[in-house]
């Protein structure tokens, strides 16, 4: 089984909080529901991918009018910027559905599958960031303990 989340499940950036809580959402669904199917001899793969040539920030994004005047500078310069990358990303649909095509013929899938390099690119980044936080922050963590 397949669920399409986001590398937005893995990674954020500003402006896109309530997208990425739903794909964090749908990460730890993902996650919880092939550890409770995996006795029955069902995987589940969380299928992550990165910017395809869709039109995800395009004419489809709907944005509503900002009310705070603060984020309004920082927002329209986020706006602008996903405009002028908009089109030309480098991920390819027809690939990317090849891909889970195929995921979906391996015996041990992955609980979480990147699609993209610069998913691959950015969750690893995040990954390490979080890796490096953890131990930085090891000794206050553990002070807990009773």
Request: proline residues 5%.
């Amino acid at each position: 089984m397949l669920n399409v989340t986001s590398m937005g499940g893995m990674i954020t950036m500003p402006g896109l909080g309530l997208y990425h809580g739903s794909k964090f959402a749908l990460e730890g669904i993902t996650e919880a529901l092939g550890k409770e199917v995996a006795g029955l001899g069902i995987h589940v793969t969380a299928v992550e991918p990165g910017a395809f040539r869709t039109d995800w920030a395009g004419r489809s994004m709907v944005r509503a009018e900002r009310h705070i005047p603060d984020y309004r500078a920082v927002f329209e310069q986020l706006h602008e910027r996903r405009a002028e990358n908009d089109g030309p990303h480098l991920g390819d649909p027809q690939r990317a559905a090849r891909a889970m095509l195929e995921i979906l013929k391996v015996e041990a899938p992955p609980a979480h599958l990147l699609l993209g390099s610069d998913a691959v690119r950015l969750v690893g980044d995040q990954l390490a960031r979080l890796q490096a936080e953890f131990q930085y922050w090891r000794t206050l963590s553990c002070s807990t303990d009773a």
